[in-house]
């Protein structure tokens, strides 16, 4: 399994990012894919997720009314539409892959859980 991760880069507060993850090497139509973020000093968090095959979603606290995930399956394509970002939101950012059996709370909550993880890309927002 390889993950593509992309989209990343610098905005001031209240601007806006989106950012994809195309999934290839894999059969399975039960999995979902997940958006975790690591700042320096801090350990790495789950922000929002999507079960590829029923589409429902999950999104941390700190980024609800703000982030939205979305998927097109047809490219195993993610993504995460980042609006009124704020300096807090800054961080590398990573999508991962797993087994939708996990269910949201685990595959968020619980980053070593998660099997396949692609390279992160970097936000960083501005004052």
């Known amino acids: 399994v390889q993950l593509q991760a992309s989209g990343g880069g610098s905005v001031q507060s209240g601007g806006s990012l989106r950012l994809s993850c195309t999934a290839s090497?894999?059969?399975?139509?039960?999995?979902?894919i997940g958006w975790f973020r690591q700042a320096p000093g801090k350990e790495r968090e789950g922000v929002s997720g999507?079960?590829?095959?029923?589409?429902?979603?999950y999104y941390a606290d700190s980024v609800k009314g703000r982030f939205t995930v979305s998927r097109d399956n047809a490219k195993n394509t993610v993504y995460l539409q980042m609006n009124s970002l704020k300096p807090e939101d800054t961080a590398v950012y990573y999508c991962?892959?797993?087994?939708?059996?996990?269910?949201?709370?685990?595959?968020?909550?619980?980053?070593?859980?998660?099997?396949?993880w692609g390279k992160g890309t970097l936000v960083t927002v501005s004052s």
């Open positions: 999507i079960n590829m095959r029923d589409g429902s979603t």
């Open positions: 090497g894999f059969t399975s139509d039960y999995y979902a």
């Open positions: 991962a892959m797993g087994d939708s059996g996990l269910g949201p709370v685990v595959f968020m909550r619980v980053p070593s859980a998660v099997p396949y």
